[in-house]
């Protein structure tokens, strides 16, 4: 799929699954433009399911922990459902100390994930 | 007590915008990895050090480009330090409200601060509060 300049985006059946082309969603430009094409998958392309698959991934801050929080109320307004998946411990630590393990479903690997749609 | 002897340091002013310290931070990292840190604590002292930037730039120097921001990093033999210092009014970090509350879960940011004092061993700010200083103690455990 095209014109995505920060995800890597394919489906599986009826499931969007988002890759991450940088390993690390640190500085504000990036995830401000990771963001909006997250967004823009929800709110223009109205995907209803999405798994963000983490495994790319070797670094997330706190802005991009929120902009995932964000993205988690979109979908749900949208009625649609959002897993993350193959997040490393080191990043499901920063999960769990902030608590927002609760907030996210969050699966071992992406089958699991894409089973439990 | 016998002063720290610090084996690395590194003291520097940089433009306030996002990434302006990456190459500081490698250095730093760097150095740690050649004296055999711990990956945890490469991660913790990367994650701590950018959550602090990223306040000192978007919320002390109010994303203002013409302002800068003072990085001090200092490695020792057991003990990892680094500075940031904005140019901002400062605030008080008692006050920040706990975003792990039922109530913040969904708000969208206010973890930086809750981020750094999980992950270093000391975190410390000055009375004005435009200057935070975070120690890491080699095998501290989280």
């Keep these: 799929m095209t014109g995505y300049r920060r995800l890597e985006?394919?489906?599986?059946?009826?499931?969007?699954?988002?890759?991450f082309r940088d390993?690390?969603?640190?500085?504000?430009?990036?995830?401000?433009?990771?963001?909006q094409e997250l967004f823009r998958l929800v709110e223009v392309e109205r995907r209803a399911k999405l798994l963000l698959n983490f495994s790319s991934v070797d670094f997330l801050s706190s802005a991009a922990l929120g902009k995932l929080?964000?993205?988690?109320?979109k979908v749900k307004e949208n009625g649609g459902t959002l897993k993350l998946s193959n997040i490393r411990p080191e990043i499901f630590e920063v999960f769990a100390i902030t608590k927002l393990n609760r907030l996210f479903d969050i699966r071992d690997d992406e089958a699991d994930a894409l089973a439990a749609f | 007590m016998p002063p720290l002897r610090w084996l690395w340091q590194c003291d520097c002013v940089v433009p306030s915008e996002p990434g302006a310290c990456r190459r500081i931070l490698d250095g730093l990292l760097a150095e740690m990895a050649a004296r055999d840190w711990r990956k945890h604590d490469l991660y913790?002292?990367?994650?701590?050090?950018?959550?602090?930037?990223?306040?000192?730039v978007r919320h002390g120097n109010?994303?203002?480009?013409?302002?800068?921001?003072?990085?001090?990093?200092?490695?020792?033999?057991?003990?990892?330090?680094?500075?940031?210092?904005?140019?901002?009014?400062?605030?008080?970090?008692?006050?920040?409200?706990?975003?792990?509350?039922?109530?913040?879960?969904?708000?969208?940011?206010?973890?930086?601060?809750?981020?750094?004092?999980?992950y270093m061993s000391r975190v410390r700010y000055n009375a004005v509060g435009n200057c935070v200083i975070m120690d890491k103690t080699r095998d501290h455990a989280l």
């Design chain 1, 9 to 19: 985006v394919n489906e599986v059946g009826d499931v969007t699954v988002v890759r």
């Design chain 1, 23 to 35: 390993p690390k969603i640190i500085e504000d430009i990036n995830i401000q433009e990771l963001s």
């Design chain 1, 69 to 73: 929080i964000t993205l988690e109320k």
């Design chain 2, 44 to 56: 913790s002292v990367r994650l701590a050090a950018e959550e602090a930037l990223a306040n000192a």
């Design chain 2, 62 to 118: 109010g994303a203002d480009g013409r302002k800068r921001i003072r990085i001090r990093c200092r490695l020792g033999s057991r003990r990892v330090r680094v500075g940031v210092r904005d140019q901002g009014q400062g605030f008080d970090p008692t006050m920040l409200p706990d975003p792990t509350g039922p109530d913040r879960l969904e708000v969208p940011n206010g973890r930086g601060v809750m981020l750094m004092q999980a």
